[in-house]
């Protein structure tokens, strides 16, 4: 707050003694219960949070300066009529796009490496071989997984003693018909209490360590497959358990994948290579007139046309994700132009994009939506002066000696005063 009133001091901006009187009666938190000023109250408030009346007054004058220059900036911060209709208008405006997107790592259909291929980048460039293989260890180093199923008794972790033997009864009920034979999965679909396995018949796929509590993880990996566990309680209820298959660890040297590694590094090269020279010859076709679409059919290629698109600040474009510079350049396309001539390169993809129409807000839309629009940009631009002056107010203070930084109260989580 003291750069904000050293601020308004310098822009002339004054607090009489008069005004703080006046500011101190009318605090409700000084009154008494019949809602007169009390300097009883104002005392004892002021000892105990401020140590001194000097230091509550100086921080209560500063608090008004500051209120003050935000005053001031409020007055400079407004917004036309004009400027909130378009703001209005761009923020509802709305495209239809036609957008084909290639797979830069996706082989080419029938693509296989050859013995030279092979034998050329191993010599040559297998360090990024190596590479790849740093990066996917996951791949290569799985540890021990185990398949099973549960039936699950829902039980609350503070549920009353005759709830949790009611509910211990009705599982041990259950383990006894498995024991005589019934099936695992039927049983489960008829009484378990989890909807996230209930209809797979229990059915939890494979997992690994720490991704399941850990009694249940003990029982899961403590069973032989094929084999029933007895009633097992954990803060989700009761559960019994069969596991169907274990995996044992596996741990893939970079030798036993090598060849594979440089293959599969292959068969993107040769991605790239055929998603460049598809979207070349589609951008080729666009330059000479003709539209994305058409050209597309003719490649026979796939297009999307994922739904309208609004400016958005994340760069959202449907179908294609987070992509502000493609959201970006098709607002910003001329009227007259529907294929935009140029590839994007997003991540892994080649983009094209035409715009199919694009949809204006109706008069009555936009005038409805003008005064909220004007109070949030009035709001937005407020604090934007306020955070810009003051900035730059706290630059001139540091360059001229002028603001102290307390290194002692940045780690109470003060900071800088002047």
């Not at 797979?200 to 399941?212: A, E, N």
């Amino acid at each position: 707050m003291a750069i904000e009133a050293s601020e308004a001091e310098r822009l002339g901006l004054r607090v009489s003694d008069d005004e703080l009187r006046q500011t101190i009666k009318d605090l409700p938190l000084f009154h008494d219960d019949e809602g007169h000023f009390s300097p009883e109250r104002f005392k004892n408030f002021v000892e105990y949070e401020y140590g001194t009346e000097r230091h509550f007054v100086q921080m209560l004058r500063d608090d008004l300066l500051a209120q003050k220059l935000g005053r001031l900036v409020a007055a400079n911060a407004q917004i036309s009529q004009v400027e909130a209709r378009d703001a209005v208008v761009r923020r509802l405006e709305q495209l239809e796009l036609a957008i084909v997107a290639f797979d830069t790592t996706r082989a080419p259909d029938g693509f296989e490496a050859n013995p030279d291929q092979l034998k050329e980048l191993l010599g040559k460039d297998e360090a990024r071989v190596r590479a790849a293989y740093q990066q996917h260890l996951d791949r290569y180093h799985i540890p021990e997984q185990v398949h099973a199923r549960h039936i699950l008794f829902k039980l609350a972790k503070d549920a009353p003693p005759e709830q949790v033997e009611a509910t211990q009864k009705k599982a041990e009920a259950t383990r006894q018909r498995l024991a005589a034979g019934a099936d695992f999965a039927a049983l489960a679909r008829e009484l378990s209490d989890d909807p996230g396995s209930k209809e797979k018949g229990g059915d939890l796929g494979f997992f690994q360590r720490g991704q399941m509590v850990p009694a249940f993880e003990q029982a899961a990996f403590s069973l032989e497959p094929g084999k029933i566990s007895e009633p097992l309680r954990t803060d989700f209820g009761v559960h019994i358990l069969k596991v169907e298959e274990r995996r044992p660890a596996e741990d893939h040297t970079y030798e036993e994948v090598r060849e594979q590694l440089a293959r599969e590094l292959l068969a993107q090269d040769a991605g790239r290579v055929q998603a460049r020279k598809d979207a070349d010859e589609l951008l080729e076709g666009i330059r000479k007139g003709r539209t994305l679409e058409d050209v597309a059919r003719e490649m026979r290629l796939s297009i999307q046309r994922p739904g309208p698109m609004t400016r958005r600040p994340d760069g959202f474009v449907p179908g294609l994700g987070v992509a502000p510079e493609i959201q970006s350049a098709a607002f910003a396309a001329p009227a007259d132009e529907k294929s935009l001539p140029r590839v994007f390169e997003l991540g892994n993809r080649l983009v094209l994009v035409e715009i199919l129409e694009r949809k204006e807000p109706s008069e009555e839309e936009v005038s409805k939506a003008i005064p909220d629009e004007i109070q949030q940009l009035t709001q937005e631009k407020r604090q934007r002066l306020q955070a810009a002056w003051i900035d730059a107010r706290r630059k001139t203070l540091l360059k001229e000696g002028e603001l102290k930084i307390d290194l002692a109260a940045l780690g109470r989580g003060g900071g800088a005063r002047p």
